[in-house]
């Protein structure tokens, strides 16, 4: 009934002030299953469903249960807001809920395929910080939720994060003692959150490298990066 655009508007509020509690009681396959008919809704052109669901889903807290291409495209989105926000003027202050909107939008089976590269890169370059300031470079109210999304990291993602040390565009303030300095510590974090010896070389590597913005020249380091391909 919420979903259905002819449904009169007194009766869309009543649903909305039960769905919470009603969400609460939901097994798992249910809203996953309400929350893939936002992307089937999507791919139909069916605008006016899709936004009532999007309401839904909004109201229930639920946006984590859509379907993952859905899901990747929301989050390659909100990824590159967050991004803008952290090479923009005052990101110390900006960032923050780009990151919350970010965490929101999690599913709690993972980060999609799709979303992945962007996902580690931008997230680690925001927990990483730019080197400048007082504040390391980092905006310290997105900083837990930075925390908290790196937790998340599984073998895949810390590999990634191992080879982003040969893009570019991720290097670019590690020539910062401050910005080096964290990323070596993230290094170390990682290490102890993965099993896979090859990939603990790598962090090895980060973690006592002396100028991580060229560690890509030392061939200890690419000895060990080319062991994980």
């Known amino acids: 009934m919420h979903h259905d655009p002819k449904t009169n508007p007194n009766t869309i509020n009543n649903i909305l002030g039960l ?12 809203k996953l299953r309400l929350g893939a008919k936002f992307g089937y809704f999507r791919v139909n052109g069916e605008t006016a469903r899709k936004d009532r669901v999007q309401i839904f889903l ?20 909100k990824l590159q807001a967050l991004r803008s926000a952290h090479y923009n003027n005052n990101n110390f202050y900006n960032e923050y809920p780009y990151a919350e909107s970010l965490k929101a939008s999690l599913a709690p089976v993972g980060i999609p395929k799709a979303a992945q590269y962007d996902f580690v890169k931008i997230v680690s370059t925001c927990a990483i910080g730019n080197g400048l300031g007082y504040k390391q470079g980092v905006d310290e109210r997105a900083l ?9 990291f599984g073998d895949e993602e810390i590999i990634i994060f191992c080879k982003l040390f040969e893009d570019h565009e991720f290097i670019g303030d590690l020539h910062k003692s401050t910005a080096s300095n964290r990323a070596k510590t993230m290094a ?17 590597e980060i973690f006592n490298g002396h100028n991580l913005a060229k560690i890509t020249l030392v061939s200890s380091f690419k000895t060990a990066l080319g062991n994980l391909s």
């Open 19 to 30: 769905a919470q509690t009603v969400w609460k009681a939901a097994t798992h396959p249910t």
């Open 58 to 77: 909004d109201t229930v807290d639920g946006n984590s249960y859509k379907d993952e291409d859905s899901l990747s495209q929301e989050l390659i989105e």
């Open 144 to 152: 837990p939720i930075y925390e908290d999304l790196i937790n998340r």
């Open 188 to 204: 170390d974090y990682l290490k102890g959150r993965t099993h896979n010896v090859l990939i603990q070389n790598v962090l090895s």
